[in-house]
């Protein structure tokens, strides 16, 4: 059975650093992407990026370009992003998904509070 | 970027009647479409890809159709547990991947 684990509720104060993870079980091949998606307080998903384990081919949205960084350890079948600097706005559920294109398989989310 | 624009943004429905839910990009995308579910609480649930390819385990009573730019999905009788918010999404020619801002499928 293909299970996502992401890291567990996160409450962080504005301009710190934070990295969080999603690491995938079940599956043996390493063919596959894993995307990041954010869902902010009451609001619609948002593709942010992904990335591919093999070979960390990485591509970003425009929208989240520079905000965030993306990356994996193939070795340990995990993925990260990672924020340098949070701000208030970046306060919102994130997924992580897998699949090809669109995401077969979804981790159960990770809560990211940004309050001073 | 391919902007996604799904609607209504909200459908009441009764259960055991017919939902019609629409997508549509602002670009051809061919068929790269995929639908998901998602219920309070939960992660989003992938329901369709290929824009009419169910995955393992979803009931029969949802399909997807359409091309191109238009798309629809169906939920030929609602039960209770199909009452939720479902988001199209676009994978054509990507980054980057987008979503429609999601239709909500009440009770009436």
């Known amino acids: 059975e293909v299970q996502l684990v992401q890291s567990t509720a996160e409450v962080k104060k504005p301009g710190e650093s934070l990295k969080i993870s999603c690491k995938v079980s079940?599956?043996?091949?390493?063919?596959?992407?894993i995307a990041w998606v954010r869902q902010m307080p009451g609001k619609g998903l948002e593709w942010m990026g992904a990335?591919?384990?093999?070979?960390?081919?990485?591509r970003y949205s425009p929208s989240f370009r520079g905000q965030v960084t993306i990356s994996s350890d193939k070795s340990i079948s995990t993925a990260y992003l990672q924020w340098s600097s949070l701000r208030a706005s970046d306060t919102a559920m994130y997924y992580c998904?897998?699949?090809?294109?669109?995401?077969?398989?979804w981790g159960q989310g990770t809560l990211v509070t940004v309050s001073s | 970027e391919i902007v996604v624009t799904q609607s209504p943004a909200t459908l009441s429905v009764s259960p055991g009647e017919r939902a019609t839910l629409s997508c549509r990009t602002s670009q051809t995308i061919n068929s790269n479409l995929a639908w998901y579910q998602q219920k309070p609480g939960q992660a989003p649930r992938l329901l369709i890809s290929g824009a009419s390819t169910r995955a393992t385990g979803v009931p029969a009573r949802f399909s997807g159709s359409g091309s191109a730019t238009e798309f629809t999905l169906t939920i030929s009788s609602l039960q209770s547990e199909d009452f939720a918010v479902y988001y199209c999404q676009q994978y054509n020619n990507w980054p980057p991947i987008t979503f429609g801002q999601g239709t909500r499928v009440e009770i009436k």
């Open positions: 990335i591919h384990p093999s070979d960390s081919d990485t």
């Open positions: 079940g599956y043996t091949s390493t063919s596959y992407w």
């Open positions: 998904g897998m699949g090809y294109d669109y995401s077969d398989y």
